[in-house]
């Protein structure tokens, strides 16, 4: 039976026994009892190879998608079928001479899909014949190239994606491609967005990374735009470095790009969920305009040869200071090999004294430590007050205005090329990609707090 044909599509392990068990399939309208006796009726979608296998997926008759773990499936009815050709229908990218080349690198999830509107199912789109089917905007911006990388949800990511990705770039690069796309999950789209600041230096094009908050199946979608407008950044952008592009407002009106190691996910679920951070935006971008917000980025230059350093050190990781934290926490990263600490300190950069033998005995064993702060915004300022000095008497190096995450993925680099304390703190503390900025502009923070009166009036003005 060909995987087209096949009416468990994408169910594999626990999920295909399951819908063996019950005696439904892929497009059954069913009525689905669990364990603690919820009813959901809708039908059941096919899945991607990409995905688990101890979920169904229905489609609810609300409109939305949930996922059922088979362990707490009760029982399930099948009270209608309702067939679907699981396919979109391919139109021919057109080609023309005069419009740039852009590749779209896939790393998983779905960065376009079509709407089936007899059976409500979401049909993911990738090659570029499929993306003209569902976003037809884009043969006017670009010659599209699409090269599938691996299939992974975005937390999945780890040390070998991020190499795989990075020398995918290069080879694109090197084959003239005027501009990179890179289809993320948003989970974690920041943490390779660091990576690749630090993997890929010197681009002469745009490398723009761009996911979705909400699948396209949905009237709020914001996938196709992203999409829209990430593709006219790598095709038509001055901007030649590592990006993020995601819904600026809450609204359709623009998109914002992200420099790749200040960028931050700050809502679960919001479509304008990315924030830079200590900084403002690179640019906005529209489907039919850019504006750019910054004049200090890297401009594009087709003669500029990249420098690709795929290295990367995974015995690292980050300890979010609690007060109370126990010094066994650190011994214990130590015992287990790890050669590098990223602290998420409080205020300036403080963790309490109980903690100083355990880091005295970690930065005697060779591991390194770094100190970011948990405020998110603003320095590290260990010189204020005695606490943050004795830290650095102990061995602990502040990283100014870097974010934890990016300072995670650094020290992960930076541990890739050398384990010399005095190399790694040199390289640590010396910008590569502005994940550390000499000042946060006056308007570099903005939390604007709800119920105040002049947050109010402002926001009545604003919002759409």
Not at 204 to 226: E, F, K
Not at 250 to 268: E, P
Not at 394 to 420: F, Y
Request: with cysteine; glycine share 8%; net charge negative.
């Amino acid at each position: 039976m060909s995987e087209m044909n096949d009416p468990l599509k994408g169910y594999k392990g626990h999920a295909r026994e399951a819908l063996l068990k019950f005696g439904v399939k892929v497009w059954s309208d069913v009525r689905v009892v669990n364990d603690a006796g919820s009813v959901f009726e809708g039908v059941i979608l096919p899945r991607s190879e990409s995905f688990d296998d101890l979920h169904l997926v229905m489609k609810l008759k609300t409109g939305y998608n949930v996922g059922l773990h088979v362990d707490r499936i009760e029982h399930v009815t099948e009270v209608g079928y309702k067939e679907a050709k699981y396919k979109i229908p391919e139109k021919e990218f057109p080609s023309r001479p005069t419009l740039p080349k852009v590749t779209l690198l896939g790393t998983g999830g779905t960065i376009a899909s079509r709407l089936d509107y007899r059976t409500g199912a979401v049909i993911p789109a990738f090659t570029p014949g499929e993306l003209y089917g569902a976003v037809p905007e884009l043969a006017d911006i670009c010659n599209l190239t699409t090269k599938k990388i691996f299939g992974v949800f975005s937390e999945n990511m780890a040390m070998e994606n991020y190499i795989v990705l990075a020398n995918a770039i290069g080879e694109e690069i090197a084959a003239g491609a005027d501009g990179i796309v890179i289809g993320h999950g948003t989970d974690t789209m920041g943490h390779t967005a660091a990576i690749l600041s630090f993997m890929v230096q010197n681009s002469p094009v745009p490398i723009v990374l761009v996911g979705s908050q909400r699948s396209s199946d949905r009237p709020s979608s914001d996938a196709a735009l992203n999409l829209i407008h990430s593709v006219r950044t790598a095709a038509h952008s001055d901007i030649a470095e590592v990006m993020i592009c995601m819904f600026g407002p809450t609204s359709d009106r623009y998109g914002l790009l992200h420099r790749g190691t200040r960028c931050r996910k700050m809502h679960s679920s919001y479509r304008s969920t990315f924030r830079t951070i200590s900084d403002i935006p690179l640019a906005m971008v529209s489907p039919t305009s850019f504006t750019y917000l910054h004049d200090d980025f890297r401009r594009r230059d087709k003669t500029r040869v990249p420098v690709i350093d795929p290295v990367y050190d995974d015995r690292t990781t980050i300890l979010y200071y609690y007060p109370g934290m126990n010094p066994d926490l650190v011994d214990a990263l130590v015992e287990k090999g790890y050669h590098g600490i990223v602290i998420a300190g409080t205020g300036l950069g403080h963790v309490n004294k109980p903690l100083y033998p355990a880091i005295k005995r970690a930065t005697e064993a060779g591991v390194h430590i770094v100190m970011a702060v948990q405020t998110i915004w603003g320095f590290a300022q260990m010189y204020v007050y005695d606490t943050g000095r004795d830290l650095m008497d102990l061995g602990i190096v502040p990283l100014d205005n870097m974010i934890p995450e990016t300072a995670l993925m650094k020290l992960s680099w930076v541990l890739g090329h050398t384990r010399e304390r005095a190399e790694v703190m040199r390289l640590m503390t010396t910008p590569v990609a502005h994940e550390i900025t000499p000042r946060e502009p006056h308007n570099g923070y903005l939390v604007m707090q709800g119920g105040l009166p002049e947050t109010e009036e402002w926001v009545s003005g604003h919002w759409k």
